[in-house]
Each structure stands twice: as structure tokens, then as C-alpha cells.
């Protein structure tokens, strides 16, 4: 079974969002980075996380390690949300009651490694840390673990 196991989100995007350390709930849970090297999370954020019609709250695990991504959302996740993520199509199908949605990706923001006046772009509006077409960030309520 590929892909990752928890919902991940690179320390870069993370600041991006406006947040810092002291917003990070604290774990000691380690990963293997992209490299296989064993790293520490740096800690995990809940916020409610909007794709194409469904808003749910979503843990994210930050670490320190860079992607070609900006949020990696986990298997349990996927499954959970009655989700079918493609990569050869750049979109994610989802049901919505009954009904199908497509989810187009958006190849043109990789926040991760994207220059300040790229990510200028991207419209912050109140009360959403994050918000695209496509994807919405916001903070969300988290308990520590």
C-alpha cells in the first residue's frame, strides 16, 4: 500500500500560514524523511481544511523536511473521506453524499519552494490562514496530544 500513512505539512508552508512554534502542539513522534533519514515532527496543528465542497477538521504532522507539495493528506484521510486521489490526473475524486466531485489540482502554487511574490498572490482572508480556488486553510481547535 503506497503513500503516507498521517497527513504531513512542510515547516515551510506552515509559516507561510502564519504560524509559529508556539502554535505547534508538541509530540515526540518521529518520521523517516523523503530520503529515508529518521527526523523528529516538529509538532502537529489542527485547522479546518476546505476541499473543493467538504470543510473538515484536519490534524497535520509539520516537519522540517522540504516536498514538491504543500499539505500531503494521509491514507486514513483518503479513506475516511470517500477520497480518490490521482496523480497521473492531477485531481482528487470525491464523494459528496451521492454525488461525485472532481477537485482539480493547481500545479501553478507550490508554496513550499515558491519566491514571496508568488505566494503574495494567494489571497489571505479573514479568519482563513490559506485560501485558493481549490483549497482552504483555517485555524481549527487542537487538543494536545
Avoid at 476546505?50 to 483518503?78: C, E, H, Q
Avoid at 511574490?117 to 494567494?122: A, H, L, N, S, V
Wanted: aromatic share 10%.
Amino acid at each position: 500500500m503506497g503513500g503516507a500513512a498521517i497527513n504531513i505539512m512542510p515547516y515551510a508552508v506552515y509559516r507561510k500560514l502564519g504560524k509559529g512554534d508556539q502554535d505547534l502542539t508538541k509530540t515526540d513522534m518521529m518520521l523517516k524523511d523523503f530520503e529515508g533519514n529518521v527526523c523528529p515532527v516538529k509538532g502537529a496543528i489542527c485547522v479546518e481544511l476546505t476541499i473543493g465542497s467538504k470543510t473538515l477538521p484536519t490534524t497535520f504532522f509539520v516537519i522540517s523536511g522540504k516536498g514538491a507539495y504543500n499539505m500531503l493528506l494521509g491514507r486514513d484521510w483518503i479513506y475516511a473521506n470517500c477520497c480518490i486521489p490521482s496523480t497521473v490526473h492531477q485531481c482528487l475524486v470525491q464523494w459528496v453524499g451521492d454525488k461525485i466531485e472532481i477537485v482539480p489540482g493547481d500545479s501553478s502554487y507550490v508554496i513550499a519552494s515558491a519566491e514571496a511574490d508568488t505566494y503574495e498572490r494567494t489571497r489571505c482572508i479573514s479568519g482563513e490562514a490559506w485560501e485558493k480556488e481549490f483549497l482552504k486553510v483555517a485555524d481549527y481547535e487542537i487538543s494536545p496530544i
